[in-house]
């Protein structure tokens, strides 16, 4: 039905679209996705015709290249074979016409001649659009948002064109307004080839087959849309997604480091990615298959960050870790649910090398992990449940987070000093001479924290371990660490094994969870899912209880 070929798009000599290659097929339903400014609304317009000349490349539509027609070709496609409903209706829609008279114009233009037919016509267009009969010879301004966005669904299917394009359709509405729009949107495009441009991941989730995300004016990734949705592979894809509101969710929202700027060399979204590496800065990743779906991504997707493979561990005849398997993505968070005693802690020891394995291998970025020397501890740190673990009572502040680079040999005394600082300032502590030279007994619990969270991240790691950081902190304080683990987190794209006995503390801040007993992973996968729908009964009983002690009265 349609099929874009190395299409770009320029402003003033600002390229907005870079190369898009994109096919919708006849009755698929195509979201596409991104921030504003990403272009999506740009490639609406140029497949409308509407640019004057700054689209080049291939717009195929039934085999015809749109950029090819003339003017008054494309007049003759567009509104009747192409329909578009936009945005901004104030633009649209004509303040001294009645709503029916805007309906039946482009009918009586392109198709029905008879006035009389076309009239009747608009008449049944309004009212399946939900659109009262008392309001179709009111003018625009007299209408509410949701009864002109009504006005331009009928508009757009007066001709029963074959493609229709949705340009932020639920822009500006209430919560209602959104849900019956989006309903009476599903009812009309039953059948119809449809393209959604938004921002707004509610509305491609309910609307569309597949998405395509699109950032800085190229498509980074395209999939069915469960597939896109609850497994993103483009780290692109998952902050925009962790960015977004939903009922579904649990996760603390999460922003996306930096702003989108153009003109920039290789990947487009390097300057913000978690898991950037020298050729996203020099080279243009292509859009390829990597298996159920298209990623431009020079790694490939998200990678993993750290891996567990068939790992075990007993103690006596307890075996306290049985064959367990895990991944920790690149800057995503796995928590690691379970009771005390169910082998997380055993497990997180293990990792790192605390305590020696019986079995099973560990992975960073694929590669295996031979042994745990200083470039292992350089790129996994962990912080432990209680900060006497971490901090001797004999070290200041400043010899605690600084010890670290001592080991490792970093740089000057002086530049180590800086770096402590640096990253004190990130944990929202005092870079003071009197701050430096406390003793851990001199700290308050969540100060006592923080510095050892400090003391973790000075070597700036890829991979933190945080075994249950916040269960002996009250509320207050364990909701000001959270929050900054998740700051950090979008900052420095960490990727993180939270551990935890608390599933609703595992709620606010993972991305994906996996639930432990009796040393064995009994269920994994996104939170959302999980949360929504635990599968074992140990998951349900954790669930049930975490909701009973969250009543409130």
Not at 152 to 175: F, G, R, T
């Amino acid at each position: 039905m349609l099929r874009i070929e190395g299409l770009n798009v320029s402003y003033d000599s600002e390229r907005i679209l870079n190369g898009i290659d994109l096919e919708v097929k006849a009755g698929e339903t195509l979201a596409i996705i991104g921030e504003s400014g990403a272009g999506k609304t740009t490639l609406g317009l140029s497949i409308m015709g509407l640019l004057n000349g700054n689209a080049r490349g291939r717009i195929a539509f039934d085999g015809v290249d749109l950029l090819s027609l003339s003017k008054d070709e494309m007049r003759e496609l567009r509104w009747n074979r192409i329909a578009m409903v936009f945005q901004n209706d104030e633009d649209v829609l004509n303040p001294v016409h009645t709503v029916l008279g805007q309906v039946l114009e482009p009918m009586v233009e392109h198709r029905l001649k008879n006035k009389e037919e076309a009239e009747q016509r608009a008449s049944q267009l309004l009212s399946e659009a939900g659109l009262s009969s008392d309001k179709f010879y009111a003018y625009p301004y007299q209408l509410s948002g949701g009864e002109q966005q009504r006005a331009l669904v009928a508009m757009a299917w007066a001709n029963e064109p074959e493609l229709i394009i949705l340009d932020e359709p639920l822009s500006s509405l209430d919560a209602v307004s959104r849900l019956e729009m989006m309903e009476l949107l599903k009812r009309m495009g039953r059948g119809r080839t449809i393209l959604v441009v938004t921002h707004d991941i509610t509305a491609a989730a309910n609307l569309a087959t597949s998405i395509a995300t699109m950032y800085g004016g190229r498509i980074v990734e395209r999939g069915a849309t469960p597939a896109v949705l609850y497994n993103p592979r483009h780290p692109y894809t998952r902050a925009l997604l962790r960015s977004y509101p939903g009922m579904a969710t649990g996760k603390d929202l999460q922003g996306i480091k930096g702003r989108m700027t153009r003109g920039v060399s290789g990947c487009p979204f390097h300057p913000r990615c978690t898991q950037a590496i020298e050729i996203c800065r020099r080279e243009v990743p292509l859009l390829v298959k990597y298996r159920e779906r298209l990623i431009a991504c020079h790694r490939g997707g998200i990678i993993p960050a750290l891996s567990v493979k068939g790992m075990s561990k007993s103690f006596g005849s307890v075996k306290a870790v049985d064959n367990v398997s895990l991944v920790i993505d690149g800057g995503g968070t796995l928590a690691l649910v379970g009771q005390s005693g169910s082998g997380k802690t055993t497990l997180a020891k293990a990792i790192t090398g605390i305590i020696k394995a019986d079995a099973g291998d560990v992975y960073l970025e694929g590669e295996k992990v031979s042994r745990r020397g200083k470039d292992f501890y350089r790129r996994v740190q962990m912080i432990f449940q209680k900060p006497g673990e971490a901090l001797s009572h004999r070290l200041s502040v400043l010899e605690a987070v600084k010890e670290p680079l001592d080991i490792q040999g970093i740089e000057t005394e002086a530049k180590r000093i800086n770096r402590v600082k640096k990253v004190l300032e990130e944990v929202e502590l005092s870079t003071s001479a009197d701050f430096l030279e406390e003793y851990p007994h001199h700290l308050s619990g969540g100060e006592l924290q923080r510095v050892t969270i400090a003391r973790a991240l000075v070597l700036d790691p890829q991979v933190l371990i945080a075994d249950e950081p916040t269960s002996f902190l009250d509320s207050s304080v364990q909701a000001k660490i959270l929050k900054l683990l998740l700051n950090l987190q979008e900052q420095r794209g960490l990727s993180m094994l939270f551990i935890t006995h608390d599933i609703a503390v595992a709620r606010k801040i993972s991305d994906r969870m996996a639930v432990m007993l009796g040393g064995k992973i009994i269920e994994e996968g996104q939170s959302s899912g999980i949360l929504a729908s635990p599968a074992h009964p140990y998951t349900q009983s954790l669930l049930k209880a975490a909701q009973g002690n969250s009543q409130l009265g």
